[in-house]
């Protein structure tokens, strides 16, 4: 016969644990992602970098790239704040998962709530700074580098998408919402 401590649910508090220290490594990720992007819009790179970036799809089949092209490339990506937006929107999520990840550690529910604001924003901010800069890519670059802009879309969604999904498992899952403070208790009212 089964009981109704049994059917019980009880807190899960190594959950949690794992995914703040998943989602502490990943913001160390991300900053340095959004870092380059802020660089790449106050800077830029030399020409010597843009050669050197630019040797191994320029020995792919197709239409190479130019400096020039390269160069025209950036500017239109600067002029639309491509790289801006994406290196703002992940630097931001990094900051959030940074302090997050921590209190979600200590299983404090504003720390699940903070790595899932964090992620959304990286998520909408990253994926919409990447297009942006894809948009100029299709314009401007040769066929390797048109595929590696187009590929960086999907790969910055993705893997905020995943960063998104790992951070709001807390907040969704009945064992791991449980474990959080402040804590909640079910009541079980028996049947008549």
Request: hydrophobic content about 45%; some cysteine.
């Amino acid at each position: 016969m089964i009981q109704a401590s049994d059917l019980e649910v009880r807190p899960d508090e190594k959950g949690p644990k794992n995914l703040a220290i998943l989602l502490f490594l990943s913001s160390l990720i991300v900053a340095g992602m959004g870092w380059q992007d802020w660089q790449l819009h106050h800077d830029g790179l030399s020409d010597q970098q843009i050669e050197t970036f630019l040797a191994t799809p320029n020995s792919q089949p197709g239409e190479p790239t130019t400096v020039e092209q390269y160069r025209d490339f950036e500017t239109d990506v600067r002029d639309n704040n491509g790289y801006l937006l994406r290196g703002v929107s992940l630097l931001l999520a990094s900051v959030c998962l940074l302090i997050g990840a921590p209190m979600l550690y200590r299983l404090q529910r504003n720390g699940a709530r903070l790595c899932t604001g964090g992620a959304l924003v990286g998520l909408v901010g990253g994926v919409a700074g990447s297009m942006t800069i894809n948009n100029a890519a299709q314009t401007y670059l040769g066929d390797a580098m048109k595929l590696t802009y187009e590929i960086w879309v999907y790969l910055c969604g993705t893997m905020m998408g995943l960063c998104f999904a790992v951070a709001a498992l807390p907040l969704l899952n009945v064992r791991a919402r449980l474990a959080l403070y402040p804590r909640v208790s079910l009541t079980h009212e028996e049947e008549e």
